[in-house]
C-alpha cells in the first residue's frame, strides 16, 4: 500500500491537550431530508384516491446507522462518523415521512398518515434503510442507498409484497450537502418505484410478480464502475498523545486548503494518495 504523502502545519504542540482549530471548521453542519417534486411521476398521480387508509411506520435501521452522525464508508469496509455533518432530524422519522409525502402527492389513498389514534387502516407501509452513507472510492464520491419497502395488510398483518433495491449513485459536487440531495432523491425514486406497484394491486388484487419488482429496481440503478487502484489508497495515522477518548481532533485539508474531513489523533484515516494539510 502507497504512502500518503502529508504536509502537516503544527499550530500547537501535541502534547497539548487544547488545539487551537481553524474556527470555520468549528461549526457543525445540519442536513435534513425535505421534500421536492422534482422527480415526481405525474403518469402515478391519481384524480380520484382509492377508498383505502394507509399508514406509513417508522422506518428500521441498523444500530450503525440509526445515529445523528453521517457516516462515510471507505474501500475496505472502514466507517467514518462525521463528527461535524449530523442529520437534523433522526432517521427512522425523516426517512417515513418522504415517504407519506410522495404518496399523498399522488393521492392514491383516501387517507395516508403516520399514525391513526383511534381507527386501524386498511394498509401498512413498513421501511427498512440497511445503509444509507457517503462512499469514496480512491477519487470518486457516490451517495449509498439499501432500502426495502413492505406493503402490508393491516388487518391480517400479511405481507402482500416487498420492494428492495441497492443503489449506489456518482455525486460531483464538493461537500456532504451534495450527498444528503443526492440520497433524498434516491429515497423518492424508489418510492415512485413502489408506489407503481401500490396502485397495480389496488387497481387489480393481483400481488406484482419478482420480475416485476425486479425491473423496477433495475430501472433505477446506476451503473457506474466502483473500485478503482485500491494502490492508490494509504493511510494517515496521526499518534494519539493520551490514547483515550479525549484525543485533540484535527481537520484534514488538500494541499490547495480545501476542507476534506476531520479526525482524531490515533484513529486511522484513508486517503487516495496525494498531499494534504493537516492542521491541529
Known amino acids: 500500500m502507497k504512502k500518503v504523502n ?4 503544527l499550530l500547537a504542540s501535541f502534547l497539548l491537550v487544547s488545539c487551537s482549530f481553524n474556527k470555520t471548521q468549528d461549526i457543525t453542519s445540519y442536513y435534513i431530508l425535505d421534500y421536492t417534486t422534482g422527480n415526481e411521476d405525474q403518469n402515478l398521480k391519481q384524480v380520484t384516491p382509492f377508498d383505502f387508509s394507509v399508514q406509513i411506520n417508522e422506518t428500521r435501521l441498523p444500530r450503525t446507522y440509526d445515529r445523528n452522525q453521517i457516516i462515510s464508508k ?15 432530524a433522526k432517521l427512522y422519522d425523516a426517512i417515513p415521512n418522504l415517504i407519506m409525502q410522495r404518496i399523498r402527492s399522488y393521492n392514491i389513498f383516501r387517507r395516508a398518515e403516520r ?19 457517503q462512499y469514496l ?13 413492505i406493503f402490508r395488510d393491516a388487518k391480517t398483518q400479511k405481507v402482500l409484497f416487498k420492494y428492495n433495491n441497492d443503489r449506489i449513485k456518482r455525486v460531483y459536487s464538493n461537500g456532504i450537502d451534495g450527498v444528503v440531495s443526492t440520497l433524498n432523491e434516491m429515497i423518492l425514486e424508489e418510492t415512485n418505484s413502489f408506489c407503481r406497484l401500490v396502485i397495480s394491486y389496488l387497481k387489480t388484487g393481483d400481488i406484482p410478480t419478482e420480475k416485476t419488482i425486479k425491473g423496477l429496481a433495475d430501472a433505477t440503478k446506476d ?3 466502483i473500485g478503482g487502484n485500491l494502490n492508490n489508497i494509504g493511510e494517515l495515522l496521526v499518534p494519539a498523545i493520551n490514547n483515550n477518548e479525549t484525543e ?3 481537520a484534514i485539508y488538500t494541499e490547495g486548503g480545501e476542507f476534506i474531513e476531520e479526525s482524531q489523533m490515533g484513529d486511522i484515516v484513508r486517503l487516495p494518495k496525494g498531499k494534504y494539510q493537516l492542521r491541529i
Open 137 to 149: 472510492d480512491v477519487d470518486r464520491k457516490y451517495a449509498h442507498l439499501k432500502i426495502e419497502l
Open 115 to 133: 399514525e391513526y389514534l383511534t381507527d386501524v387502516p386498511d394498509y401498512y407501509i413498513d421501511s427498512n434503510v440497511n445503509s444509507i452513507e
Open 6 to 9: 502529508i504536509i502537516i502545519l
Open 248 to 250: 485533540p481532533e484535527y
Open 74 to 88: 471507505y474501500t475496505f469496509n472502514q466507517i467514518t462518523y462525521l463528527r461535524k455533518h449530523l442529520w437534523s
Open 223 to 225: 451503473y457506474e464502475e
